[in-house]
């Protein structure tokens, strides 16, 4: 057993008194989370006393699963199969003051400070890491579920620990009524199922704003060996390209001596300018070949890797930047022969939109859009943490849960709208 491995499990073992308890599987697992690899051991524990089991069943009553994070051993999960205590685990975490007394020590934050309650629905209850009250992005999701009794049933840590310990000082100020231009610059339209009249909705896409108004973060990094194309692909002759479809069941195997050195995630080697020409040709043959009439109607507009594949992502040429919905191929390659493994085409779900190809009429003005959304739009303070500048920058996260119907010229929230179309 790896040195590493070893002192986990004894960590784990120590901290949570297991001696009634036999180690049945253990394995290593790495995420890839905001550009950073993180590593994590996973342990089953069986009661030393359990019954008869085999591998067909659910694992025996009072198992525990416990996760650990290997570079600083705190746990980042936590699951009981059955009524079992765990030691050093209050057995009521009803009680607010225990329950955050309990997560301090388990996260080394402090309540309100470094972390803060998000929300509360029946016994689960979840919390998000902050500054001093303020959301970071990317951060922590903690989520806690109780049983009825208010015992521990799951434990779970998800995320990033603050990137930074710079934040900028300033009060939040930020309001809609100075930041009009980035508010129709969100808008999407898109298409709400229906058999009998298609209807036109339009809805914000959620974005970061900064103090000033003038700049916007996504909500989401892009992948960070993510190489921006934007080629039109075109061909002068007949393509006679073809593949076979393979199937290829994804291996991340994960060793101790990669947790060991924390190595960085496979997803985020570089790809070389050579790579990146051979999947461009092999991309520009397959839609040459698949779609012989259409060149000039297909952009390869990135290329990036998804172990053990390398995606090559097109999207359709004249497609309407505020489509929701837009057309996409995602072809995968075998990152080591450049095979072609499989085309996942999304044609089938943009046609649940009825006509979503349509873009924004120029007959509905985006003064209209915005009038009537604007008393539902939401601006809530974060601080998002910018790479260029090494800190965090406190922004606004604008969102909303409404959209506006074309046809009826009414406001309604995005969850009923597959109740409209359902029931019209």
Same mark, same amino acid.
């Given at each position: 057993m790896h040195p590493l491995t070893k002192d986990l499990i004894s960590h784990i073992q120590d901290k949570y008194q297991l001696n009634d308890y036999v180690l049945h599987e253990t394995f290593y697992r790495r995420e890839k989370i905001h550009g950073e690899t993180q590593y994590s051991l996973e342990t089953c524990w069986f009661p030393i006393n359990h019954g008869p089991w085999s591998e067909d069943e659910s694992y025996p009553d009072g198992t525990i699963e416990i996760q650990v994070d290997t570079a600083t051993k705190r746990t980042t999960s936590i699951h009981k199969n059955g009524a079992v205590a765990i030691y050093s685990v209050p057995e009521d975490l009803c009680d607010s003051d225990i329950r955050i007394a309990w997560l301090e020590q388990e996260l080394g934050m402090t309540f309100e400070k470094q972390f803060m309650f998000l929300t509360h629905q029946v016994s689960l209850y979840q919390y998000v890491s902050c500054h001093h009250g303020i959301r970071l992005s990317p951060g922590l999701f903690i989520s806690l579920e109780l049983t009825n009794e208010g015992a521990l049933d799951s434990f779970s840590i998800y995320g990033t620990p603050a990137l930074s310990n710079k934040y900028s000082t300033e009060l939040f100020t930020l309001s809609l009524e100075q930041m009009a231009p980035i508010i129709s610059q969100q808008f999407r339209s898109f298409s709400i199922p229906n058999e009998h009249q298609r209807k036109l909705a339009y809805a914000i896409?959620?974005?970061?704003?900064?103090?000033?108004?003038? *700049?916007?973060?996504?909500?989401?990094?892009?992948?960070?060996?993510?190489?921006?194309?934007?080629?039109?692909? @075109?061909?002068?002759?007949?393509?006679?390209?073809?593949?076979? *479809?393979?199937?290829?069941? *994804?291996?991340?195997?994960?060793?101790?001596?990669?947790?060991?050195?924390?190595?960085?995630?496979?997803?985020?080697?570089?790809?070389?300018?050579? #790579?990146?020409?051979?999947?461009?040709?092999?991309?520009?043959?397959?839609?040459?070949?698949? =779609?012989?009439? $259409?060149?000039?109607?297909?952009?390869?507009?990135?290329?990036?890797?998804?172990?053990?594949?390398?995606?090559?992502?097109?999207?359709?040429?004249?497609?309407?930047?505020?489509?929701? =919905?837009? *057309?996409?191929? @995602?072809? &995968?390659? #075998?990152?080591?022969?450049? $095979?072609?493994?499989?085309?996942?085409?999304?044609?089938?779900?943009?046609?649940?939109?009825?006509?979503?190809?349509?873009? &924004?009429?120029?007959?509905?003005? $985006? $003064?209209?859009?915005?009038?009537?959304? #604007?008393?539902?739009?939401?601006?809530?303070?974060?601080?998002?943490?910018?790479?260029?500048?090494?800190?965090?920058? &406190?922004?606004?996260?604008?969102?909303?849960?409404?959209? =506006?119907?074309?046809?009826?010229?009414?406001?309604?929230? &995005?969850?009923?709208?597959?109740?409209?179309?359902?029931?019209?």
């Open positions: 896409e959620e974005t970061f704003v900064s103090q000033d108004g003038l *700049r916007t973060y996504p909500l989401c990094n892009p992948e960070t060996s993510s190489v921006a194309i934007n080629e039109i692909v @075109t061909w002068d002759k007949p393509s006679t390209f073809s593949y076979t *479809r393979k199937l290829i069941k *994804r291996r991340d195997t994960v060793t101790a001596l990669d947790a060991e050195a924390q190595t960085s995630h496979p997803d985020y080697r570089p790809l070389t300018d050579e #790579m990146l020409e051979t999947c461009q040709s092999i991309a520009v043959d397959l839609i040459a070949a698949e =779609y012989p009439e $259409e060149s000039g109607a297909w952009t390869i507009q990135e290329i990036h890797r998804d172990f053990p594949f390398i995606n090559v992502v097109v999207r359709r040429t004249r497609d309407d930047i505020n489509l929701a =919905y837009k *057309r996409r191929l @995602t072809i &995968l390659l #075998m990152e080591d022969t450049f $095979e072609v493994s499989l085309i996942v085409d999304n044609e089938a779900f943009i046609d649940l939109f009825h006509d979503s190809t349509q873009g &924004l009429p120029n007959s509905v003005p $985006e $003064e209209v859009i915005r009038h009537a959304l #604007m008393p539902y739009l939401t601006l809530k303070p974060y601080y998002v943490f910018d790479r260029a500048l090494d800190h965090y920058v &406190l922004c606004g996260l604008l969102d909303s849960n409404h959209a =506006y119907l074309l046809t009826t010229n009414e406001v309604v929230l &995005l969850d009923d709208l597959y109740v409209i179309s359902a029931t019209d």
